[in-house]
Antibody, heavy 128, light 110 residues
Framework: EVQLVESGGGLVQPGGSLRLSCAAS????????MSWVRQAPGKGLEWVAS????????YFVDSVKGRFTISRDNAKNSLYLQMNTLRAEDTAVYFC?????????????????????WGQGTMVTVSS | QSVLTQPPSVSAAPGQRVTISCSGS????????VSWYQQFPGTAPKLLIY???KRPSGIPDRFSGSKSGTSATLGITGLQTGDEADYYC???????????FGGGTKLTVL
């Protein structure tokens, strides 16, 4: 079964740090772009960051640039989100998600336009 | 303010058809595939439509997607009470180098 399981959420003070983890199983993790998407309480979805298969290319939403780092360990089938200098507005459920490539005639491209597998989410609360 | 614009809510009676719009620009919808997600309270989003109009395995054909220019539409026919959920559109924005989502639409089946 294809599965993503997040962990590492919790309560942290403003200015603090937290590291989220996402354990992948049931698919060849090293062949997929992976992403983090968050959802503040009562709000909509907000993409946070994405990372290429070998970690050489990364993208971040402007609001977390310089504060968050995305990384992966393909040997451990794991995705990470290191969150530093946390703010109250970072409070959200953080989802790990698998990017869906577009494949035609045996060739695939990555448009970063769809996520086909999601974890259950982990809650991060930034409050004093 | 979301980059993609969706109506906050839509409603229709059981058995009827409803459409949810998603409006963007040439930087996002106009030049990229659009995806749609269904989310029930307290659960993770679920992919309903990808590449504008394709359904993942297991998604009933009551759900359909289309795109024209800088707008996309999700259609749901034969509405059921179990379709009551939040629906989001998403795509890649080339000017922002970012994935962007609509603000979400709450579907009520009266």
């Amino acid at each position: 079964e294809v599965q993503l399981v997040e962990s590492g959420g919790g309560l942290v003070q403003p200015g603090g740090s937290l590291r989220l983890s996402c354990a992948a199983s049931g698919f060849t993790f090293s062949t997929y772009w992976m992403s983090w998407v968050r959802q503040a309480p009562g709000k909509g979805l907000e993409w946070v960051a994405s990372i290429m298969q070998d970690g050489s290319e990364k993208y971040f939403v402007d609001s977390v640039k310089g504060r968050f780092t995305i990384s992966r360990d393909n040997a451990k089938n794991s995705l990470y989100l290191q969150m530093n200098t946390l703010r109250a507005e970072d409070t959200a459920v953080y989802f790990c998600a698998r990017d869906l490539p577009s494949c035609y005639g045996g060739s695939c491209s990555w448009g970063h336009d769809a996520f086909d597998v999601w974890g259950q989410g982990t809650m991060v609360t930034v409050s004093s | 303010q979301s980059v993609l614009t969706q109506p906050p809510s839509v409603s229709a009676a059981p058995g009827q058809r409803v459409t949810i719009s998603c409006s963007g620009s040439s930087f996002n919808i106009g030049n990229n595939y659009v995806s749609w997600y269904q989310q029930f309270p307290g659960t993770a989003p679920k992919l309903l439509i990808y590449e504008n109009n394709k359904r993942p395995s297991g998604i009933p054909d009551r759900f359909s997607g289309s795109k024209s220019g800088t707008s996309a539409t999700l259609g749901i026919t034969g509405l059921q009470t179990g379709d009551e959920a939040d629906y989001y559109c998403g795509t890649w924005d080339v000017s922002l180098s970012a994935v962007v989502f609509g603000g979400g639409t709450k579907l009520t089946v009266l």
